[in-house]
């Protein structure tokens, strides 16, 4: 496609029920990003992925939450036992970089966000 | 570990006031990025600044990033209503991740 799409746009689920967002990166981004924001609140880093190393994983909030990148492309973001304090909109974000480590990282392209309410 | 602060939290201008946001790092950043996030919608890439003290302009936007590669500046002159939104720093540093500020929501009295 020719954006970032996220899937579910709306979650709504119940305290305790595992939840599974996903997001398909614009072709050929080879960097991913995941971003917890809370309802008037800022982004907050999660997780982000960049070709095919280790992912750096010291945003997730705790072990309930877990993060996959398949093939390099589509990525899912897990949240196991869901808490009330989970509710947020969670943004997916890809980018395009050169000359990576150290080289350019260019403009995020965000998807929409899925909008997750727990019970 | 890494942080990015921004000031102020809130800003209300009346229309044809200026306005300015500052971004502060605790290291030192390969660049940083400015976005804008209208109410209700994601947000969207503004500008890259990659050089010590480099100054951009886009019309009425002008952004600044410090000598030292931590500290940088949004100011718009002559606030529009279509200026409405958050606005967010974003700084890389080495390991790439990319830091968010928590943005500075601008509202625009009439």
């Known amino acids: 496609g020719a954006g970032v799409s996220q899937s579910p746009s709306n979650k709504v689920t119940e305290k305790g029920k595992d939840v599974e967002l996903r997001c398909d990166p614009i072709?050929?981004?080879?960097?991913l990003y995941w971003y917890r924001q809370s309802l008037g609140q800022g982004l907050e880093f999660l997780i982000y992925?960049?070709?095919?190393?280790?992912?750096?994983k010291s945003g997730l909030p705790s072990d309930r939450f877990s993060a996959e990148r398949t093939g390099g492309s589509v990525s899912t973001l897990t949240i196991q036992r869901t808490q009330q304090e989970d509710s947020a909109v969670y943004l997916c974000?890809?980018?395009?970089?050169?000359?990576?480590?150290?080289?350019?990282?260019?403009?995020?392209?965000f998807g929409e966000g899925s909008r997750l309410t727990v019970l | 570990g890494q942080q990015v602060m921004q000031i102020p939290q809130y800003q209300h201008v009346q229309e044809g006031e200026d306005f300015t946001t500052y971004c502060n790092s605790s290291?030192?950043?390969?660049?940083i990025q400015w976005y804008k996030q209208r109410p209700g919608g994601h947000p969207v890439f503004l500008i890259q600044?990659?050089?010590?003290?480099e100054v951009k302009k886009q019309k009425r936007l002008t952004f600044q990033f410090g000598e030292a590669k931590k500290n940088s500046s949004l100011h718009i002159t002559a606030t529009q209503t279509t200026d409405v939104g958050t606005y967010f720093c974003?700084?890389?540093?080495?390991?790439?991740?990319?830091?968010f500020g928590k943005g500075t929501r601008l509202h625009i009295l009439p």
């Open positions: 072709s050929g981004h080879t960097a």
């Open positions: 992925f960049q070709g095919n190393s280790a992912p750096d």
């Open positions: 600044l990659v050089k010590s003290g």
């Open positions: 974000a890809s980018s395009l970089v050169t000359g990576w480590p150290g080289g350019w990282t260019g403009e995020l392209f």
């Open positions: 974003a700084g890389r540093a080495r390991d790439d991740k990319i830091i």
């Open positions: 290291t030192t950043l390969s660049n």
